[in-house]
Every structure is written in C-alpha cells, then in structure tokens.
C-alpha cells in the first residue's frame, strides 16, 4: 500500500490554479476574486501609507524639537530680590553650566537669555522671542547654527547683529544687511519709572528651524548683548542642556540634579512635547485599528468568493472524493484557492504603500497642484510639508496583520468544502 500523498503536493496546486482561472459561465466567481483582490490591494495600501506619513510626521516633529530647542532647561527656583521682588534668575550661571556640562551624556550646556519684544522694520511688526546666547553655543544647536542647518548669511558676524527665522523676515519684509528695531517696555530705569528700551539690530543671518511656529517668532543676539538688553547685567535666564540620547533623557535627570545642587527646576523636551506625543500614539493605535477593519471587510470578500465557487464546483468536489480524495486534501485546495488571493493582494498593496511613501513629494505636489493649492497650512501643523518614513516593522504588521485575516477567513468556507457530501454532491449536480 502506498503512503498518501504529503499536505500541499503538487496535484493540489494544480486544482487549485485551474479553479481560480474559472471558465466564462462561472464569471461570477473571476468577478468576485478580482473584487477580493483589488479590495485587500487598497486597505494594505492604505494601512502602509497612514502607518507611514504617521511615523514620518512623529520623526520630522520631534526632529525639530530637538533640533531647534533644548534637550533640558534649567532655571531657578522662584525667589526673592533684596526689593522684595520675585525672580528667576541664575546668578552663578557660568559655575552651573560647567557642572552640568561635565556630567556624562552631555554635549553642551549653555547660558541663556530670553524675552519677548516687538520686532519692527518698514512700518511692519511682529510678536518675537529673543534668545540671547554665545556664537559657539548657537553654532551647536543642529536646525539654527549647525552644519546641516537652512540658513543665508554669515553666523560669525553675530556680534554686530541678530540671527532672525525666516518666518520674521518674511513678516517684517527683511533681508540679509536690512535693520530692525526691538523694542522692549522692560527698558531703562529712571527716577520717573521704566522708559521702553529701542534697540536697532542688523539682519547677519536668515535661518529655518522646519517649524513655523520657530521660524516666525525666533530671533537670537549675542549672549553680552542680550543680558544688558533685558537688565540681566550678571545673570542668566536659563541653561540649555544638550544630551547625546534625547530619547533616555529621563536616565540622565538625576545626575543632572545631583550636578546642579539644590535650587533649581528642569523641564525636558518631553514634558513640552509629551501631551502630543501621546496623542500621536494614541492616534496610531485608532487608525491602526480602523484600517485593520477596512482589511478584514476586504479579506471578507473572499469568504463570498470562494462559497460561489464551492457551489458550482460541487459536482467536482464529489468526483474528487470519489476518486480518493480526502476531505483534508479538498480542504486545502480551496484554502489556496482564498490564501492565493490574500496573498497577491498583499503584495500589490505593499508594492503600492511603499512606492507612495518613497514618492510622497511628487504625490503631494501633484494632489496640491490639482487642488489649486494651499492643501497643506503649516500654520496649523507647524512643519512645512507632508513627511513619510517607510519602517520595515510598520510594513511587517500590515503584511502579518493582512495574510492572518486572509488566511483565518478562508478556512470556514474551505471546511464547508471538505465536509460535502460526494454523494449528495453528484445526486444534485
């Protein structure tokens, strides 16, 4: 007696491949393959695309941040001046910024000065932030002074002029070589009260962050400069602490604690961004979930395809049992019958998904085109263009995710199959 043949041999393929090529009277069942098929081709396209434009989105924003700000701020604790008036400042900020700088994992810690002023040029304002730092320090901040920065004009020119975003310049009508005024109502102290401070600076540098919210309110001063600027003559604001792993920041907080000593308070770039951090996660997982519903209900399709194709194979399924066929065997030819176009439609969705979000540029410009542009503000999302970053473990879980659904749903009407009566099969064929 021979052995039986093993699971998935070569004369179960071959049935299998003649009944998905099924003859023009039983069209209804090539229609709802080709309908099975472009419908998983969609959903996995569009969970690969949403999976990619969110990944890119979550790495161009956070890229920004720790791009164009502090990795950690350090500031004092509120106190009191010998006129009873509340303070902030650092007075030994030198001595602090070097402890802080000496802890290990940390790049650069760098003494600042902030205030907000009124920018004015060509009867034009603007709402600005002045960051007073030194040259070498902003040459270490990567998107404003670093190598791979967007910028015109010469940042070692700093100590005669200001360093102002793009989104300023725009507003205020400026360029390279042009002045503006800062006004400031903290200005000079008289005996009749605070007189507004008026300074005019001129334009030596003209940078872009990628955040519009930075570009358009951003300007920086020579560190000397701003401290008699704002009134912080022998103070600082702030200290800006760069680390070498932004993402294990919170492991470095208590050697940073312990370097700077008691009186002062840190605020890490995830205490700033982490609200929205979170909702971008919680927003993968609801889309995530979403268009894992659009794949099942695509996957669902097979369900339908493969009961037509049951009913008008009847007859040979009964032949085939007669045969010798078993009910495994005619099980798993109607399971490669649905695996086969799980399958194929993954992969025309992955080849889609990837191609989109290799060519999102293109795709964007032409969807921005057609639409007679204006598509995307980055007023209101803050960077300037819509980003995707295409992650072998996003495209992984949809290829898992759609060939489990594929797969799982097959099985029922391949049972149904199986479990067919021979007899019954031929009485009513």
Same mark, same amino acid.
């Given at each position: ?37 472009? +419908? ?25 941040? =720790? ?64 960051? +007073? ?69 001129? *334009? ?140 194929? +439609? ?27 542009? +204006? ?25 898992? =995710? ?6 799982? *749903? ?20």
């Amino acid at each position: 007696m021979s052995a039986p043949p093993p699971p998935f041999a070569a004369f179960e393929w071959m049935i299998a491949w003649r009944y998905l090529r099924a003859r023009r009277a039983e069209g209804g069942v090539s229609v709802m393959t080709w309908i099975s098929l472009i +419908g998983i081709t969609l959903a996995v396209f569009a969970l690969i695309a949403t999976l990619a434009v969110r990944s890119g989105f979550r790495t161009e924003f956070v890229d920004t941040i =720790l791009g164009a700000n502090a990795h950690v701020t350090v500031y004092a604790e509120a106190g009191l001046t010998p006129t009873g008036q509340v303070t902030r400042l650092l007075g030994d900020y030198a001595a602090l910024a070097g402890r802080l700088a000496a802890v290990p994992g940390v790049t650069r810690a760098a003494p600042l000065i902030r205030g907000q002023v009124m920018a004015n040029a060509g009867g034009q304002n603007a709402g600005v932030e002045v960051f +007073g730092i030194a040259l070498e320090d902003l040459r270490g901040i990567p998107r404003v002074g670093g190598p791979q920065a967007e910028a015109v004009g010469d940042l070692s020119r700093l100590a005669g002029g200001v360093a102002i975003g793009s989104g300023v310049a725009r507003t205020l009508g400026v360029g390279l070589g042009d002045r503006i005024r800062l006004i400031s109502p903290d200005g000079v102290r008289t005996a009749f009260g605070t007189s507004p401070r008026v300074n005019a600076y001129e *334009v030596v540098y003209i940078f872009t962050a990628g955040r519009y919210d930075i570009d358009r309110t951003r300007i920086y001063m020579p560190f000397d400069e701003a401290q008699g600027y704002f009134n912080r003559e022998g103070a600082a604001d702030e200290i800006e602490v760069m680390v070498e792993d932004p993402e294990r920041i919170e492991a470095l907080l208590p050697a940073l604690a312990e370097a700077a000593g008691p009186g002062v308070l840190f605020w890490t770039w995830r205490d700033s961004a982490g609200a929205f951090l979170r909702a971008l996660e919680v927003e993968d997982n609801v889309m995530f979930v979403i268009l894992s519903i659009l794949v099942l209900i695509a996957s669902m399709n097979i369900v339908s395809g493969l009961i037509m194709l049951v009913k008008n194979k009847g007859r040979d399924i009964g032949i085939l049992r007669t045969v010798g066929l078993t009910e495994g065997a005619v099980l798993r030819i109607f399971f490669l019958c649905g695996a086969f176009t799980g399958v194929v +439609g993954t992969l025309a969705g992955v080849v889609l998904g990837c191609l989109f979000a290799i060519y999102i540029d293109p795709v964007f410009s032409f969807v921005n085109m057609v639409m007679g542009g +204006g598509v995307w503000d980055p007023s209101i999302r803050g960077i300037y263009a819509l980003p995707a970053e295409l992650r072998a473990a996003d495209v992984g879980s949809a290829v898992a =995710l759609s060939l489990s659904l594929s797969f799982l *749903v097959t099985i029922f009407p391949a049972r149904r199959a199986a479990r067919l009566d021979p007899v019954e099969a031929l009485r009513h064929a």
